[in-house]
């Protein structure tokens, strides 16, 4: 039997169902995106040996947190314009790139769970191709890396204590 058929059996999250945030004034500010990837890390696997030199294990490294992209919508009504302002005033390589919060959300709108990424820093910027025979919205992308990233589940209506929260080592 499927989820789908039995509602109570499961209550899958839905990838189109998002907000992102970011810290722009010490004020969480929601900015229109089409697409933002969540956290991933890889870590490194060695396999070790015993001291008997005959048993041998696999043994993990450090992991590193992995630079995600983010597609804003540009939208002239919102603080976007700031963000690229800073791009091109040069604050933003004095500084750290806003600390990011991606709500997931459910059908309601009720928040299911967040990721914090913390000291963010820019890798790249594209900008969207202008183009009279398209229809498309403008975009912008952006591939950002992170040191920390934290989730917090939303249980019952509140956010429960933090469940995960690492520091990559050699994110940078």
């Given amino acids: 039997m499927s989820f789908w058929s039995n509602p109570t059996l499961a209550v899958p999250k ?3 169902r ?8 010490g004020k969480d500010k929601r900015f229109l995106v089409q697409s933002v990837d ?8 060695d396999e070790a040996t015993g001291r008997d030199g005959k048993v041998s294990y696999w043994a993990t490294g450090h992991f590193k947190w992995e630079p995600i992209t983010v597609t804003f919508i540009v ?3 919102q603080d976007f314009d700031k963000v690229i302002s800073n791009l091109k005033s040069g604050e933003l390589r004095a500084k750290k790139f806003p600390a990011m919060t991606i709500q997931e959300l459910d059908g309601s709108g009720n928040k299911l769970g967040k990721w914090k990424l913390d000291d963010c820093v820019l890798e790249n910027i594209k900008y969207s191709t ?14 950002i890396k ?12 509140q956010a429960a204590s933090r469940v ?3 520091r990559a080592l050699n994110n940078r």
């Fill in 130 to 143: 202008l183009d009279y025979t398209t229809e498309d919205l403008q975009t912008v992308t952006m591939t």
């Fill in 164 to 166: 995960h929260r690492s």
């Fill in 75 to 77: 939208d002239a009504e």
């Fill in 18 to 25: 998002f907000l992102l945030l970011l810290d722009l004034d």
């Fill in 38 to 45: 969540k956290p991933s890390f890889t870590t490194h696997v």
């Fill in 14 to 16: 839905r990838s189109h």
């Fill in 146 to 157: 992170y040191s920390t990233a934290d989730y917090s589940p939303d249980i019952g209506g």
